[in-house]
């Protein structure tokens, strides 16, 4: 069987990212490896071992290949991840108390209810309740 292990997200700085990322957004932190310069390798996943198997790098996005990547997504007004949530009404409240921003609150769309927030590191992130199926 093939899981994914690793996926990765650009993000402008890491160490501000892992900051919003864990203490915002409830992640816990699965690797800190300080690289030297400067440099991190820094790996989030879900809180209380959720899929452990799953872990979301923080990824330095100022490169030839991130950065246009980054500004076509930012300008298209896609997110570049989607997070799924038990109670999207409820972490809606928590987050905006929070001060995080969401150009897209809340909406139904068929068998999802779906928002978008903005992660402070340069990109749109989807959460995404299931409604009535399990994916």
Not at 19 to 29: C, I, K, N, Q, S
Not at 36 to 57: H, I, S
Not at 62 to 73: I, N, S
Not at 86 to 114: C, K, W, Y
Request: overall charge negative; some cysteine.
């Amino acid at each position: 069987m093939i899981k994914v292990a690793v996926t990765s997200v650009y993000v402008d700085d890491v160490a501000r990212a892992h900051a919003f990322y864990t203490d915002v957004l409830g992640f816990e932190t699965r690797v800190h490896l300080d690289l030297g310069g400067g440099a991190q390798y820094v790996t989030v996943g879900a809180a209380e071992g959720a899929q452990r198997d799953l872990q979301l790098l923080l990824e330095p996005g100022h490169g030839p290949v991130a950065a246009p990547y980054r500004a076509a997504l930012r300008e298209a007004a896609l997110p570049c991840i989607v997070f799924s949530v038990d109670d999207m009404r409820a972490e809606f409240e928590r987050l905006s108390g929070l001060g995080v921003h969401f150009p897209q609150e809340p909406r139904e769309q068929g068998p999802v209810i779906t928002a978008v927030l903005d992660d402070t590191v340069g990109n749109y992130v989807q959460l995404a309740q299931a409604r009535g199926w399990s994916g």
